[in-house]
């Protein structure tokens, strides 16, 4: 009987190192995940944020050119 015992002993924590490492996995792939996903948002508010001043920058110049013509 305390042989059996030894043997489920020892399998029981080779099975919970296992589970405990398909945990981890999952959450590292989680983390992972979310990183690329926070990347991605920065990247395209970054674009949208070019794109604002760059359509900025065409209105004042665009307004800047009418006030001159109109200063004459």
């Known amino acids: 009987m305390s042989a059996l015992l030894i043997t489920f002993g020892r399998w029981g924590g080779i099975v919970t190192l296992i589970v405990l490492l398909i945990a981890l996995v999952k959450q ?15 990247i395209v508010l970054a674009f949208v944020a070019v794109l604002a001043l760059i359509f900025i920058a065409m209105m004042r110049g665009r307004a800047r050119r009418r006030r001159d013509l109109g200063d004459d």
């Open 28 to 42: 590292l792939i989680a983390l992972v995940s979310f990183l690329l996903v926070a990347i991605k948002i920065g």
